[in-house]
């Protein structure tokens, strides 16, 4: 059996034979990207100090791709030069306008569908940075006072930025009489929307808090293992145990691909069908290919040959490349909740840090605190994740 590794992987590789398939114009925005890739990287590995061209690297991507203003490290906004402020403010604007599951940046917990009355809390998490913002100089008080005020019609936002008002109090970054007007705003909005309530607490659901309430299993021993990648490292010989049907092509991801699997965790396995060009697991989904960009693009295709192999995975790759607009940040925010998230953030990091997750805010409730997204070396890992493998040409 031969193992490919994951196609956001092979975008590192431009000499694969993969990629030969693509114009000249895919060729040369992988070569583009993988430019900015290796600059930014060098120096997120070194650590500080970070490099003018560091910074211009980041500013270039965060352009393309706004997003990124949500994870980078805090050390890398604490430490940046002057001319950074202005283009991470204007891309954190633009996150303003995304509306993303609370629980997604938290420990995922977000109740099945079939055991739950209502729908899962939303919110803007770039108003949760705001502490920082200001600890930083990138805002003065003022302007959070100034958001609250000339936002309050986006009801949303304006409870998000709230929930960092406490933080900012305790941290003495807020004068009283600015926290008073703020809390004046917030009392003429309509109350917060109610979250979602837990009717029947499934098997599933038992299972998942005890193994967390035991730290999924693990001991301090746990590491994290090539958790920026390359993925295709963390496979070994156990995978040919998953040899697929004639006609069919096994994919291989879960936490043990990505690094934070238990010893005792196995691979999350798929199949992909040669005749169809579908996922079988995930019929009918994959008629929206946002809905399994994580699976085609971020796991390892395992067939009888490499030939054949590499024609499947480029054939069914190849959908993903110069997409529309609206179509490709679909795709990019679903593998942004795989590669990020859901488990990273909310087990992996975690278990591999159980005494001293996010020791500086896991006070903070309002925030989600104790999440991980605020631990900078999470943040890091997910900052190269996020320039490594979360972009399509």
Same mark, same amino acid.
């Given at each position: 059996?031969?193992?490919?590794? #994951?196609?956001?992987?092979?975008? $590192?590789? #431009?000499?694969?034979?993969?990629?030969?398939?693509?114009?000249?114009?895919?060729? &040369?925005?992988?070569?583009?990207?993988?430019?900015?890739?290796?600059?930014?990287?060098?120096?997120?590995?070194?650590?500080?100090?970070?490099?003018?061209?560091?910074?211009?690297?980041?500013?270039?991507?965060?352009?393309? %791709?706004?997003?990124?203003?949500?994870?980078?490290?805090?050390?890398?906004?604490? $430490?940046?030069?002057?001319?950074?402020?202005?283009?991470?403010?204007?891309?954190?604007?633009?996150?303003?306008?995304?509306?993303?599951?609370?629980?997604?940046?938290?420990?995922?917990?977000?109740?099945?569908?079939?055991?739950?009355?209502?729908?899962?809390?939303?919110?803007?998490?770039?108003?949760?940075?705001? #502490?920082?913002?200001?600890?930083?100089?990138?805002?003065?008080?003022?302007?959070?006072?100034?958001?609250?005020?000339?936002?309050?019609?986006?009801?949303?936002?304006?409870?998000?930025?709230?929930?960092?008002?406490?933080?900012?109090?305790?941290?003495?970054?807020?004068?009283?009489? %600015?926290?008073?007007?703020?809390?004046?705003?917030?009392?003429?909005? @309509?109350?917060?929307?109610?979250?979602?309530?837990?009717?029947?607490?499934?098997?599933?659901?038992?299972?998942?808090?005890?193994?967390?309430?035991?730290?999924?299993?693990?001991?301090?021993?746990?590491?994290?293992?090539?958790?920026?990648?390359?993925?295709?490292?963390?496979?070994?010989?156990?995978?040919?145990?998953?040899?697929?049907?004639?006609?069919?092509?096994?994919?291989?991801?879960?936490?043990?691909?990505?690094?934070?699997?238990? #010893?005792?965790?196995?691979?999350?396995?798929?199949? =992909?069908?040669?005749?169809?060009?579908?996922?079988?697991?995930?019929?009918?989904?994959?008629?929206?290919?946002?809905?399994?960009?994580?699976?085609?693009?971020?796991?390892?295709?395992?067939?009888?040959?490499?030939?054949?192999?590499?024609?499947?995975?480029? &054939?069914?790759?190849? $959908?993903?490349?110069?997409?529309?607009?609206?179509?490709?940040?679909?795709?990019?925010?679903?593998?942004?909740?795989?590669?990020?998230?859901?488990?990273?953030? $909310?087990?992996?990091?975690?278990?591999?840090?159980?005494?001293?997750?996010?020791? &500086? @805010?896991?006070?903070?409730?309002?925030?989600?605190?104790?999440?991980?997204?605020?631990?900078?070396? =999470?943040?890091?890992?997910?900052?190269?994740?996020?320039?490594?493998?979360?972009?399509?040409?």
């Amino acid at each position: 059996m031969h193992v490919q590794a #994951p196609f956001i992987e092979l975008l $590192h590789k #431009p000499t694969d034979p993969i990629l030969s398939g693509l114009d000249s114009s895919a060729r &040369e925005k992988i070569s583009w990207r993988n430019s900015l890739t290796r600059t930014i990287c060098a120096d997120l590995e070194q650590g500080r100090p970070y490099s003018d061209a560091f910074y211009g690297a980041i500013a270039t991507i965060m352009d393309e %791709q706004p997003r990124l203003t949500l994870y980078l490290p805090f050390n890398v906004l604490e $430490h940046a030069p002057e001319g950074f402020c202005d283009a991470y403010l204007g891309n954190w604007k633009r996150c303003w306008g995304y509306r993303d599951i609370r629980e997604c940046f938290n420990q995922g917990d977000i109740y099945e569908r079939t055991a739950r009355r209502g729908e899962p809390e939303r919110i803007v998490k770039a108003m949760h940075l705001l #502490p920082w913002l200001v600890q930083y100089g990138y805002l003065s008080a003022n302007d959070v006072v100034t958001i609250v005020r000339f936002m309050r019609e986006d009801q949303l936002l304006c409870w998000s930025a709230y929930d960092a008002l406490e933080i900012m109090e305790k941290r003495e970054q807020i004068s009283r009489d %600015q926290s008073f007007k703020i809390r004046e705003f917030m009392s003429c909005l @309509t109350p917060r929307l109610a979250t979602s309530e837990l009717l029947v607490e499934t098997p599933a659901r038992k299972q998942w808090l005890a193994e967390r309430s035991q730290n999924y299993g693990v001991g301090e021993e746990f590491e994290l293992r090539n958790p920026t990648g390359p993925f295709s490292a963390n496979l070994d010989e156990s995978v040919q145990a998953f040899t697929p049907k004639a006609g069919q092509i096994t994919l291989i991801g879960g936490s043990r691909l990505k690094g934070y699997g238990r #010893p005792q965790s196995d691979y999350d396995i798929y199949h =992909y069908d040669l005749y169809s060009g579908q996922i079988l697991e995930m019929v009918p989904l994959c008629d929206d290919i946002a809905n399994v960009a994580h699976i085609i693009l971020g796991m390892a295709w395992m067939g009888p040959d490499e030939k054949n192999v590499a024609a499947a995975q480029y &054939e069914a790759a190849k $959908h993903y490349i110069s997409l529309d607009a609206e179509t490709r940040q679909r795709c990019l925010n679903r593998m942004e909740m795989d590669l990020l998230q859901f488990r990273l953030m $909310h087990k992996g990091f975690p278990a591999a840090h159980p005494r001293d997750c996010s020791i &500086e @805010t896991r006070m903070f409730d309002s925030i989600d605190g104790a999440s991980a997204f605020y631990d900078d070396r =999470y943040r890091i890992i997910a900052t190269e994740l996020f320039i490594k493998y979360l972009w399509l040409p």
